[in-house]
C-alpha cells in the first residue's frame, strides 16, 4: 500500500514535467503578443518592442524555458505579465470560490443522484427508471448558461430569494457566502446528476443480477438492506471514478458558471490569463491543474481499497 | 413531527433568504457599485494605453487641467498659470489645499517628475516634450517649462483626458522609469485606492478622500468639481456577461452598468426602475486602418477605392443597431469638437459602389486577396469585418476574412511582415473622442512611415509637414485651418476611413443621480439616494 503510495506520488514527477515543457511550448507558438497587449490600443511598436524586452520575451525560446523552468523546481510559479502578482497568490485568491462550488455541487450531486440511480435500478424498466432516464439526457443537453438563466430568472428576479451573481468570501459569514453558492451549484450540478445517476444506475443494475444478491434475497434479508448493503456497497467503484472524476473536472474550472454567476474563480483566471496571454499564469494554472487531475485519480485508486476489500497494491 | 420541523425551518429559511434579498436589493446608501466596461489589471495609466487604467487613474489621482464637455481646457490642480509674450515661458502655480494621499502637499517636484515620465510615454507628450527645453521648480507651488520654440499645444497636452492621461503623482512614484510599472498608487484624486482589497478579476475598491478640495465650478468633462458623494466605491471585475449584468442591475446588485450591451438597451429603456444616463455626447469612432506596407494598399488609388466603398451607414446600422446611439461624421476629428470638418471628405460621404468600382479599376489592384482581420470575441466591433467584407467584395476586392481573438488581432497588427507571411491588410477599430479629436494624439494621422508609431505605418510627407505646423501654430483660427487640411490630406490619401460615431450606453438605477456630461467614464459628483 505504502509502496503503491510512493511509487504514484513519484510518478507524478514526470507527469508534470511533460506538462510543463508543453505548455511553455505551446504557449509560445500560439498566435499573440502579450507585451502589445499590456500596451495597449494605442502603443507605438517601439513601446511594445521596449515591454517585451523588460518582460524576457525577446530572449530565445530555450533561455526563456531555463529561466522559468529554474524558477519552477525552487517552487517559484513567476509573476502575472498582467497583474503583477505571484502566480501562486493568484491561484490561491481563486481557489476558495472553485473549490467551494465544486464541492457544494458534488454534495448536491452526489446526494440526488444516487439514491436515484439505485432507485432506478431496482425498479428497472418501470415508469420511474424511464424518467430517470428521460432525465439523464435532457441533464446532459441543456446548455449550462441556459439553465443558469431560467435560474436566476425563476429564483432570483421573479422569486427575489437568491442573488442573482457574485461570491462572498466565508470569512465573511456563513450566509451570505451560501446563499451565493446555492444557484451555482445547483445549475452546475445538474449535468452532474445526470452523470453520475446513468452511471450508478447500470453499476446497481450489474450487481442486483449478481448470485450473492440472489442468495441474499433467499436469507430473507429485507430489500432496502439489499440493494444498499450489497448491491451499491458492491456497485461504487464506477460510481467513486465518475465522482473523482467530476471533481478534478470542476476543479480545473467551471468558465461557464463562473462567468454568469461573476465568480471569481480559477476557471475565469484562466480564459482571462488565455486572453491576455499571460505566459506565467498560464503555465502556473495549468499545472496546479495537472497536479489536481493526478492528486484526485490517486485518491480514488486509494479508496478502492476501502470500497472493495478484493483490491489490494 | 419531523416533517413539520423540516417544514418550519424550510420556511424560516425561505423568509430570511427573502429578507436578505430585500436587503441586498435597497443597497448601502454610501457605496456605489460599478460594472466597468473591462477587467482591471494595470494600475500604472502612464504606462500603459488602456482605457480601465485610464479610468482608474481619474478615482485616484488629479490633473493639471480638465477638458470640459465642450473641449475646452480648464484649470484643475492649477490655479493660474501665465506665458511670456514669445509663448517660450510658461508659469504655473498650483492651487492652495492640494494633498496626497499619504498627508504630503503636492509640490511642484511632484509635477515636474509626473509630467517628465508621461512626457516619456504619450504620444502627445513625447511631441511636447520635443518643445521643451526644461522645467524648474522656482517655489513649492510653481512650475516653470521653457521651450525652445513657441507650441501651440502645450495646455491640450497638460489637460489630455485620455490615454495617456498626464496624471500627478508623488515624485517618488513618478521618478520610476516610464517603461516599469508603479508599485505605489498614491494619488491626490477624489479617492483612494484600497491596494489590500483589490483582487484583480474580483473587484477594485475605492474610498473617499476626505481631505479632496474640489474646485467651486461646476463637473464638466474631466474639469470642475470633483465631489465624492458617496463613501465608497467597488468596481464589480468579475461581472462580464452582459445577460448577467442587467439582471444585476434589475434586482439593485449593482448601481451602474458602465457599457450597456446594444442588444439590451430597449429592455433597459422600458424598466421603470432603471435609467440611461447621457453621460457621453461624444461618443467614439469607428475606423478602418490600412496596413500601407504592404501591397495593395501602398497604393493610394487603392485605398481611397476602400474609402469610397465604405458607406458609414452599412456599418453603424450592423454594429449598434439603435439609430439614438449613432450618426454618420465626415470628419476624422470627432464631430463636435472643435477641428472637426468635412474637408476632403468627399471621396467618402458622397461617393457610392459605382465610383468605387471605377477608382478600384484605374487604381491597377492585382487581385491580392485582402486580409481583413476579425476580432470574434470584441462585440462592440464583431461585425464590423463582415460589413467591410461585403463591401469591398461589391466593389471589386477579393477578401480573406480572417476570424481570431481580439489579442491574437492585437499581437499580430504589430507585424509588419507581409500579409501572406502571418501580416495583415486591414483592421477595424474604435477609438474613443478624446483621443482623436486634434491631429496631434489622433494615432492614424500619424503619418511617419515606419518611424511612427501606430499600426499601418503610413507615410506621408505631407500631412507630417502640416502636423508639424500645427503643434506650433499658436492662434486658433490658423489651428483650424491646419486641421482642415490636414484631414483634407489624410481623406487624399486615405491613410484610414472612418466609419461612423456611436454613443456607448451607460445604465443606471433611478436612486442614482449626478450625473454630468463626461464624455468618460467618471464617477465623481455621483450620489445614491
Aim: glycine residues 8%; charged residues 20%.
Amino acid at each position: 500500500m505504502y509502496s503503491f503510495l510512493a511509487r504514484r506520488l513519484l510518478a507524478t514527477i514526470p507527469v508534470l514535467l511533460v506538462v510543463a515543457v508543453l505548455v511553455f511550448l505551446l504557449l509560445r507558438l500560439t498566435p499573440g503578443d502579450p507585451a502589445a497587449i499590456l500596451a495597449g490600443d494605442a502603443a507605438s511598436t517601439e513601446q511594445i518592442a521596449r515591454i517585451r524586452a523588460s518582460l524576457g520575451l525577446d530572449r530565445p525560446i530555450l533561455v526563456q524555458f531555463g529561466i522559468w523552468f529554474g524558477n519552477l523546481l525552487s517552487g517559484d510559479l513567476g509573476e502575472s505579465f498582467y497583474y503583477k502578482q505571484r502566480v501562486t497568490d493568484l491561484i490561491g485568491q481563486r481557489l476558495e470560490p472553485t473549490v467551494s462550488l465544486a464541492a457544494f455541487t458534488i454534495l448536491i450531486a452526489v446526494l440526488v443522484s444516487v439514491p436515484l440511480g439505485v432507485a432506478a435500478a431496482w425498479r428497472f424498466g418501470g415508469w420511474f427508471d424511464r424518467m430517470l432516464m428521460g432525465f439523464s439526457v435532457l441533464g446532459f443537453s441543456v446548455p449550462v448558461f441556459v439553465l443558469a438563466y431560467i435560474l436566476i430568472w425563476f429564483v432570483s428576479l421573479k422569486l427575489g430569494l437568491l442573488p442573482v451573481q457574485g461570491y462572498q468570501r466565508l470569512a465573511d459569514g456563513f450566509w451570505p457566502y451560501f446563499r451565493h453558492l446555492i444557484l451555482p451549484s445547483v445549475t452546475l450540478s445538474v449535468i452532474y446528476i445526470a452523470l453520475i445517476a446513468r452511471v450508478t444506475r447500470a453499476s446497481v443494475l450489474e450487481a442486483l443480477g449478481e448470485d450473492y444478491i440472489r442468495t441474499a434475497r433467499a436469507k430473507g434479508l429485507p430489500e432496502l438492506r439489499v440493494v444498499v448493503r450489497h448491491a451499491l456497497a458492491n456497485a461504487a467503484v464506477p460510481i467513486v471514478t465518475v465522482i473523482g472524476i467530476g471533481v478534478a473536472l470542476l476543479i480545473g474550472g467551471v468558465v461557464v458558471t463562473e462567468s454568469v454567476y461573476a465568480i471569481p474563480g480559477l476557471g475565469r483566471l484562466t480564459v482571462d490569463a488565455v486572453l491576455a496571454r499571460d505566459f506565467p499564469t498560464i503555465q502556473g494554472v495549468i499545472l496546479f491543474f495537472s497536479f489536481v487531475y493526478v492528486l484526485v485519480n490517486l485518491l480514488v485508486d486509494l479508496s478502492y481499497v476501502f470500497l472493495d476489500p478484493r483490491i489490494r497494491y | 413531527m419531523t416533517i413539520s420541523r423540516f417544514s418550519a425551518a424550510a420556511v424560516l429559511a425561505a423568509a430570511v433568504a427573502a429578507a436578505s434579498g430585500a436587503a441586498l436589493a435597497q443597497g448601502d446608501p454610501k457605496v456605489l457599485r460599478i460594472v466597468p466596461h473591462s477587467n482591471l489589471s494595470i494600475l500604472d495609466p502612464v504606462w500603459t494605453t488602456a482605457y480601465m487604467s485610464r479610468n482608474h487613474g481619474y478615482m485616484i489621482y488629479d490633473t493639471l487641467f480638465g477638458t470640459d464637455e465642450k473641449a475646452q481646457i480648464r484649470p484643475q490642480m492649477v490655479e493660474e498659470w501665465s506665458a511670456s509674450p514669445d509663448k517660450r515661458l510658461w508659469t504655473f502655480k498650483l492651487r492652495k489645499g492640494l494633498e496626497f494621499h499619504d498627508g504630503r502637499p503636492v509640490a511642484s517636484e511632484d509635477v515636474v517628475a509626473s509630467l517628465a515620465r508621461w512626457g516619456k510615454r504619450d504620444a502627445m507628450g513625447v511631441a511636447l516634450f520635443t518643445f521643451v527645453d526644461r522645467m524648474d521648480t522656482p517655489a513649492p507651488d510653481t512650475f516653470r517649462i521653457f521651450l525652445r520654440e513657441a507650441c501651440g499645444f502645450l495646455l491640450e497636452a497638460l489637460g489630455k483626458p485620455s490615454s495617456n492621461v498626464p496624471f500627478i503623482m508623488p515624485k517618488r512614484v513618478a521618478e520610476t522609469d516610464a517603461f516599469k510599472q508603479i508599485d505605489d498608487y498614491t494619488g491626490s484624486g477624489p479617492y483612494i485606492f484600497k491596494r489590500d482589497e483589490f483582487k484583480p478579476g474580483d473587484k477594485a475598491v475605492y474610498v473617499k478622500n476626505p481631505k479632496y478640495v474640489p474646485r467651486k465650478e461646476p463637473p464638466s468633462g474631466t474639469a470642475g468639481g470633483k465631489h465624492a458623494y458617496v463613501e465608497r466605491v467597488e468596481w464589480n471585475l468579475a461581472l462580464r456577461d452582459a445577460q448577467a449584468q442587467v439582471n444585476a442591475l434589475q434586482k439593485g446588485e449593482v448601481d451602474i452598468i458602465e457599457s450597456l450591451a446594444f442588444e439590451h438597451y430597449e429592455t433597459v429603456k422600458k424598466d421603470p426602475a432603471l435609467q440611461l444616463p447621457n453621460f457621453d455626447i461624444l461618443g467614439l469612432q469607428f475606423m478602418a486602418r490600412f496596413n500601407h506596407l504592404h501591397k495593395p494598399f501602398d497604393n493610394p488609388a487603392v485605398r481611397r477605392a476602400v474609402a469610397a466603398a465604405f458607406a458609414q451607414e452599412p456599418f453603424l446600422k450592423a454594429q449598434v443597431g439603435v439609430k439614438e446611439l449613432y450618426n454618420t461624421c465626415a470628419s476624422m476629428f470627432t464631430c463636435g469638437t472643435p477641428y472637426a470638418s468635412s474637408a476632403g471628405s468627399d471621396i467618402q460621404s458622397k461617393s457610392n459602389m459605382k465610383k468605387a468600382q471605377e477608382l478600384l479599376k484605374a487604381s491597377g489592384y492585382d487581385g491580392t486577396p485582402i486580409v481583413i482581420m476579425k476580432p470574434t470575441d470584441l462585440v462592440t466591433i464583431t461585425k464590423l469585418p463582415d460589413v467591410a467584407t461585403q463591401l469591398l467584395r461589391q466593389a471589386g476586392f477579393k477578401v480573406d476574412l480572417q476570424a481570431m481573438d481580439w489579442q491574437t488581432l492585437v499581437g499580430r497588427r504589430a507585424k509588419k511582415d507581409p500579409p501572406d507571411k502571418g501580416g495583415w491588410h486591414m483592421f477595424l477599430t474604435a477609438w474613443q473622442a478624446h483621443d482623436i479629436w486634434n491631429p496631434i494624439p489622433n494615432a492614424a494621422l500619424d503619418t511617419r512611415g515606419e518611424a511612427s508609431g501606430w499600426f499601418g505605418w503610413g507615410k506621408d510627407d505631407r500631412i507630417v509637414e502640416l502636423r508639424n505646423q500645427f503643434m506650433r501654430e499658436t492662434d486658433e483660427a490658423k489651428k483650424k485651418k491646419l486641421a482642415e487640411a490636414i484631414q483634407a490630406r489624410a481623406f487624399e490619401v486615405a491613410t484610414h476611413v472612418p466609419l461612423g460615431e456611436y454613443r456607448s450606453p451607460m445604465a443606471a438605477r433611478k436612486n442614482i443621480a449626478g450625473f454630468f456630461v463626461s464624455n468618460g467614464n467618471l464617477y465623481w459628483n455621483l450620489k445614491k439616494n
